[in-house]
Nanobody, 121 residues
Framework: QVQLVESGGGLVQPGGSLRLSCAASGDFYDIFNMGWYRQVPGGERELVGSISTVGRTYYGDSVVGRFTVSRDDAKKTVHLQMNSLQPEDTAIYYC???????????????WGQGTQVTVSS
């Protein structure tokens, strides 16, 4: 069984920073793309940023220059460094990993449980 566990959410003032982490555990062969999404009540889940196996990153337009996605393959972890946070960044943040359970299986998307980020004074 594969499990993604997130940490690092919370309350921060506008202009502040937070760092989210997500660690994968369980029995699987390999992890491919990793990323972060966010969702507000009544809204759709949107991509925040992603990182490929060779370190290529992609960001949503609203976070470019403020957020950074990184990965530590040895620890099976993906991070999201969020700087210059604004109230509109308030959302539940979910990590996502494409994981192959065995050497012959296809990648499957796995999700973390979500962590609340609130930006408010």
């Amino acid at each position: 069984q594969v499990q993604l566990v997130e940490s690092g959410g919370g309350l921060v003032q506008p202009g502040g920073s937070l760092r989210l982490s997500c660690a994968a555990s369980g029995d699987f062969y390999d992890i491919f793309n990793m990323g972060w999404y966010r969702q507000v009540p009544g809204g759709e889940r949107e991509l925040v940023g992603s990182i490929s196996t060779v370190g290529r990153t992609y960001y949503g337009d609203s976070v470019v220059g403020r957020f950074t996605v990184s990965r530590d393959d040895a620890k099976k972890t993906v991070h999201l460094q969020m700087n210059s946070l604004q109230p509109e960044d308030t959302a539940i943040y979910y990590c996502n990993m494409e994981i192959r359970r065995t050497v012959v299986s296809f990648e499957v998307n796995y999700w973390g449980q979500g962590t609340q980020v609130t930006v408010s004074s």
